[in-house]
């Protein structure tokens, strides 16, 4: 896994609606972003300046379950589509 694709793992988890995203150790209710330093990606926290280092095994997780997370809501909203399609037929 490069960088990049480190990076768009962690900032769709961050955007996922339906995750707690990852936040900042000094303030919760700080959010932190994923960037490039070092040739290394870490999560920063762009109001304290708090890092933190993840590993690959941890981004793949995330991967998964921002996946999962995402599959759900797509569920979701096709099942709330073929309700409402019913209802309509039905009225």
Do not use: A
């Not at 996946?67 to 209802?87: A, D, G, P, S, T």
């Amino acid at each position: 896994m490069n960088n990049q694709q480190r990076i768009e793992i962690l900032t769709s988890y961050q955007d996922n609606p339906m995750v707690h995203p990852l936040t900042c150790g000094n303030n919760s209710l700080h959010n932190l972003v994923p960037i490039e330093e070092n040739k290394k990606v870490i999560l920063k926290c762009l109001e304290c300046d708090y890092t933190q280092l993840l590993d690959d095994k941890f981004i793949k997780l995330l991967r998964d379950l921002d996946k999962v997370q995402r599959e759900m809501i797509e569920w979701f909203k096709n099942k709330v589509k073929e309700l409402n399609n019913e209802n309509t037929i039905n009225s």
